[in-house]
Structures are given as structure tokens and as C-alpha cells.
């Protein structure tokens, strides 16, 4: 483009090469066919130009011309900030073993911890993977108190980033050098969020929540586990009616903003167990929820406030048989979505008001673009989780609405396909009795009465929920059996 052409204008600072006739010489170029040029940007006729280009420059001089064109764009970056910090690093890198100033491999560690938090904020994990685990290796085996901050963000966010990609190996690697070097809670709750994210991803429910639980017993936030929990969830709710008996819908929209770092981190780590906790144990799920309620009406508003609006929503619907109480707490925490316009709260928030909540009020299929929207933000920024809870909603919505079946085996096969690609070994396994339905009505399997074995291990899934106390698991493969064997006019089979 034309401000990286710009600042490699001038007399170099290796050897007797000079830019000053650089557009001058591309026109030329372009007259030949070796450059294309598009308005005021210019690109190569072919790579194999670009590679027969770059091949005339010594091997031994590379990684200079690399290191001066990175540190004259630099230098100019303020006309395209983000698309110079990309160019930038991707010269230095290339030139990096040419380094010899300590002070510029710091530097160059930095920058590459920015493009890895801007190729986040994209959903590019994979890139972002590549640039922290480069200016990891730029740190080398430099103490840890020497950059203390920089090594922190790199480890925690390099561990994040493995997580997405379902690289839990590399992950355990960078958690352990966090949990072995940092000094404090406050900095390692990131890498817990990191772990008890993974420990749900990988099925191991009751580690993650007792990881979680910990944690927030840490932070002034203790969760009884072993007393009688539905008395005391009848108790909490009583407690929450009360907070919200005088509230105002704008009273609820205008509340200040939470300020308290621990109550912030407490309702980040109660938001992640809110999802683990609803497939393993609902009493816990309804004392996390009502506790981020009462946090958020005593303390202030957060991210997390409008998933914990929407969740009493779905509570006082689902649990206590108030519609118009759910109604009117999914709509509170729409609005409040847009109040605080935070796009990572989106995919918990839609998840909720639009499989809990709106379809008391309105049809299902109205609820499929929402929920697309869910699945899409999640993966976007990076809550796996709720992308995934949205995904097999949207599945089990299309079938139920009478989604052609060609259409229902693509989904679910792309569906699927991503949920193995990200180890979400949990979800994909809901997936697969959904994806054998769709195959018995689409005329494949033999016997529609029971899901073969041939395709899906039915039994030691079965198994595998029953052992586990996944009984939303158990149901749905006892359901989807019982649903295929009426259709089919097995009704005995059905009823048994």
C-alpha cells in the first residue's frame, strides 16, 4: 500500500540500495507485467515473480533489509495503525535471528503480543497462537522477574488461545509456567478461567466445577455443596424476590457499574460454572445464578449481569411457573446487552432468552436467527462453551420445526465436525443421537427402533451418562429412541 511504499522511500541503511524513484520504478514494473497495480496499492503478477523477486536479495542480507522495512513502516504507522502493527511484525520477525540489542527483542516480544490480542479480538486463534509463542521465544530463558508483566500476558494468553483451538497439551504447558511463576491470585485468574473452561471441554465436569468453586471461595464468594441445597435455593430465591420486588425495569438499566476487581473476577468465574453446573447440577446452577443477581443489585452492573438477569428469567419460568416474571426479565437483559454493548456477552445472553424463554411466547423458528447469532459471537470471541450449547439448540430447533432432512444431516455434520476439530468431546457426543435420527428417516439404518452401534457406540453412551449423572444425556438417547420407534409404528418399543 501506499504508506508502507512511503516510508521505504529514502537512502537505506544497507548497503548503496536507494528508494527515492520507488513509484517510479513499480510503474515500471507494472509495464512489464511483474507488479499488478490497483489505485494506489501494487501486488506481484504471480508468487512465483514475488519468490524470484526476493531470491536475488544474499541469503546473509535478508534479515537486515526484513529488519529496516519492519522499523520504517513502524515509524509511520500512524496512517494505518492496525494494518502497519501486522506488516511490522511480520518483518521483524523474518528478521529477528539478526538481533542483537536485548532491549529490541523485548520490544519485538511486545509487539507480538499486540497482534496476538488484535488477531483475538478477530477470532484468529490460530495466528494469535504463532505470534504469543514467538515472543515467548524472543524472552528466551530470561528470568521471570525481569518481565514479569510481559511474561504473564504471553503465557495467559497463549494458554487461552490453546484452549480455543482444543490444543490441550500445549495448554497444560502454559498454565503450569503461570501457576509456578505468579505471585498472586489476581494473576492467576485468568489461567483458572483457562482451566476450568478446558476441564469442561475435556467431560471432566466435577473437576472443573471443584476447581471453580475453589476459586471463588478465594475470592469471598462460597457455594455450600453438601448441605440441603434445595432449601437453601428456596431461601437464596426468597432473598432475590425481595431485592427485586421495588425494581424498575430502568431501575435496573440504570444501576452504576461494578467496580470491585474480586466481584468482577467472582462474576466471571460464576458465569463459566453457570454453564458447567447446569449439566452436572442444577441446585449449584440456581445458586450461582441467584448469587450473580444479588451481587448485581448490591454491588453494580457487569458484563455478566445480563446472562444473570436472563437466567432468573429462565428460572422463574421454568422452575416457579412465572412467564410473565421470565417474559420480563429476558427483555431487561436484551436491553441491558445493548446498554453495555458488550459483544462477549452476547452468545450466553441470546443462549439463554432464546431456548428458555421465548418459546413461551413465541414460535420456535423464531428463535433459529438469534441463536445463529449466539453460535457465531461465541466462537468469535472465544466463549466455546455457549457457541456450542447454541449449536446443538439450533440442530434440535430445525428437526423439531420439520428442517428438511438434507439440510438437517449438513448442518449437523458441519456442526459435529467443528465440535471435533475443538475437543468439545461433550457436545459432539449430543450431537451424534440427533445425526442418526436424521439418518433412520432419511431411510439408511435398518432398525429405526435403536441407534446402531455401527455408527455411535449407543451403549457406552449411554453408560458414559448414567455413570457420569448426565442424565439430560441418558434422556435424550432414551427419547430420540422411544421418538424414532413411534414414528416408525414400533409403538411397544416406543412405550418401553
Not at 69 to 75: A, K, L, Q
Not at 411 to 424: A, G, H, I, N, P
Amino acid at each position: 500500500e501506499e504508506f508502507i511504499l512511503s516510508s521505504m522511500s529514502g537512502q537505506s541503511e544497507i548497503g548503496d540500495f536507494e528508494c527515492t524513484d520507488i513509484f517510479a520504478s513499480l510503474k515500471i514494473a507494472a509495464m512489464e507485467g511483474l507488479v499488478d497495480q490497483m489505485g494506489s496499492n501494487y501486488k506481484f503478477g504471480h508468487d512465483q515473480i514475488q519468490l524470484a523477486a526476493y531470491s536475488l536479495i544474499p541469503e546473509n542480507e535478508r534479515g537486515n533489509w526484513h529488519l529496516w522495512i519492519g522499523c520504517r513502516v513502524w515509524e509511520n504507522k500512524s496512517a494505518s495503525p492496525d494494518k502497519a502493527l501486522f506488516i511490522v511484525v511480520s518483518q521483524l520477525n523474518k528478521g529477528a535471528s539478526r538481533m542483537t540489542d536485548t532491549l529490541q527483542m523485548i520490544q519485538l516480544a511486545g509487539l507480538n503480543l499486540q497482534a496476538a490480542e488484535k488477531s483475538i479480538s478477530l477470532g484468529a486463534f490460530v495466528p494469535a497462537e504463532f505470534y504469543l509463542k514467538k515472543g515467548i521465544g524472543l524472552l528466551g530463558q530470561k528470568p521471570w522477574a525481569d518481565h514479569y508483566d510481559l511474561y504473564l500476558k504471553l503465557y495467559s494468553s497463549c494458554a487461552e488461545v490453546e484452549l480455543c483451538i482444543g490444543n490441550f497439551k500445549e495448554m497444560d504447558v502454559m498454565l503450569d509456567k503461570v501457576f509456578s511463576n505468579a505471585t498472586c491470585l489476581d494473576d492467576k485468574i485468568d489461567v483458572y478461567f483457562t482451566l476450568v473452561s478446558a476441564l469442561h471441554s475435556q467431560g471432566k465436569m466435577n473437576q472443573s466445577l471443584e476447581v471453580g468453586l475453589a476459586v471463588l471461595s478465594q475470592l469471598g464468594e462460597s457455594f455450600p455443596t453438601y448441605s440441603d441445597l434445595k432449601s437453601i435455593i428456596v431461601v437464596e430465591f426468597v432473598k432475590t424476590k425481595q431485592l427485586i420486588k421495588e425494581k424498575t425495569d430502568d431501575d435496573f438499566l440504570t444501576m452504576n457499574a461494578l467496580a470491585d476487581s474480586h466481584k468482577i473476577a467472582a462474576m466471571r468465574m460464576m458465569l463459566l460454572l453457570a454453564h458447567h453446573s447446569f449439566v452436572t447440577s442444577r441446585e449449584i446452577f440456581f445458586l450461582i445464578i441467584l448469587r450473580m443477581v444479588q451481587t448485581t443489585i448490591n454491588h453494580g452492573i457487569c458484563d455478566e449481569s445480563a446472562f444473570a438477569l436472563a437466567s432468573l428469567g429462565s428460572m422463574m419460568g421454568n422452575t416457579f411457573g412465572d412467564y410473565d416474571g421470565a417474559h420480563r426479565f429476558g427483555q431487561i437483559s436484551l436491553r441491558l446487552l445493548e446498554r453495555t454493548n458488550s459483544k462477549n456477552a452476547i452468545s450466553g445472553v441470546h443462549t439463554v432468552v432464546f431456548i428458555f424463554i421465548h418459546p413461551w411466547i413465541a414460535h420456535y423458528r423464531t428463535c433459529l436467527k438469534p441463536l445463529k447469532i449466539a453460535y457465531n459471537e461465541g466462537y468469535r470471541s472465544g466463549n466455546t462453551i455457549t457457541a456450542v450449547i447454541a449449536a446443538t439448540n439450533i440442530y434440535t430447533i430445525s428437526l423439531l420445526c420439520g428442517e428438511e432432512l438434507g439440510v438437517m444431516d449438513t448442518m449437523l455434520r458441519k456442526y459435529f465436525q467443528r465440535m471435533v476439530e475443538q475437543k468439545q468431546e461433550l457436545y459432539w457426543k449430543y450431537c451424534i443421537p440427533f445425526w442418526q435420527a436424521v439418518a433412520y428417516l432419511m431411510g439408511e439404518p435398518n432398525d429405526p427402533g435403536q441407534l446402531s452401534e455401527e455408527a455411535m457406540d449407543e451403549g457406552q453412551l449411554l453408560k458414559e451418562a448414567l455413570e457420569n449423572n448426565r442424565v439430560r444425556a441418558a434422556v435424550l438417547i432414551y427419547h430420540i429412541r422411544s421418538w424414532l420407534a413411534y414414528i416408525f409404528g414400533n409403538y411397544e418399543k416406543a412405550a418401553k
